[in-house]
């Protein structure tokens, strides 16, 4: 197996990008990084590109967030009344 890596480096693809597209190996330098994601996007691989995305800079559509997409039910009758009397409360002493 010498297939040249996708990514321009002129190495093997198994010595190159493939540990890291392999979870084998975590990317030493920003251009590994780099690299190894435009192989993942060469190869198709989506999980390596979205594992190696940052969560401030990745699309919320891709993974969506439950917790805030939940409708506030809000039920007929149970709203503070604006109208009617107080009535008070008697503190005896006993
Ligand atoms: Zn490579």
Do not use: K
């Not at 995305?53 to 039910?73: A, E, G, K, N, S």
């Amino acid at each position: 197996m010498d297939r040249p890596c996708p990514c321009g480096s002129g190495e093997s693809y198994d010595a190159c990008c493939e540990p890291l597209l392999a979870h084998r190996e975590q990317a030493g330098t920003p251009e590994q990084l780099m690299r190894s994601r435009y192989t993942a996007y060469v190869r198709g691989d989506a999980d390596h590109l979205f594992r190696t995305w940052h969560p401030r800079t990745r699309p919320d559509d891709v993974r969506p967030d439950p917790t805030t997409r939940r409708p506030v039910h809000l039920r007929p009758g149970s709203g503070v009344r604006s109208s009617g009397r107080v009535r008070g409360c008697q503190v005896r002493n006993t």
